[in-house]
């Protein structure tokens, strides 16, 4: 059952990282659009359904089967899944920062820029990169 619950992890964190990573791609693009235009109003159910239908669901189902591998595992001791964890909550915030604003433009109250999204883009592709150097080459 182990080897089960790893590749649904791993199937999870994917739908997971896909959405981290288009979501603020779709607000860079909803800023340009004019509030209660129909691009707008198609950004918004694009917004909302890849947040409540892909990674919202994507990540609960993420956390549980890593916290089942990490206890069946006995890895709860190891250094390297400590970093992980504290790098995985850290992802969580950065999905809970992306649903605020995803209420944000739903309410036409974004007041932040391209830019800003342009940015904050990277913040998952760089934790992403150092969760799987954990996982993968367990350095401590």
Not at 9 to 15: L, P, S, T, W
Not at 124 to 137: H, K, N, W
């Amino acid at each position: 059952m182990y080897e089960w619950i790893k590749a649904l992890h791993v199937i999870a964190v994917i739908a997971w990282m896909a959405g981290m990573l288009y979501l603020p791609r779709l607000f860079v693009y909803h800023c340009d659009a004019e509030p209660g235009s129909r691009q707008s109003e198609t950004f918004k159910i694009m917004e909302r359904r890849l947040l409540k239908a892909i990674m919202t669901p994507a990540m609960i189902v993420t956390w549980l089967a890593g916290l089942y591998i990490a206890y069946a595992g006995n890895w709860f001791t190891a250094p390297w899944l400590h970093g992980k964890l504290l790098l995985v909550i850290a992802m969580s915030g950065v999905h809970g920062f992306l649903s605020r604003c995803v209420k944000d433009f739903a309410a036409d109250r974004n007041t932040r820029s391209t830019k800003f999204y342009r940015v904050i883009n990277e913040v998952p592709t760089l934790l992403m990169i150092v969760i799987v150097i954990l996982v993968v080459v367990k350095p401590f």
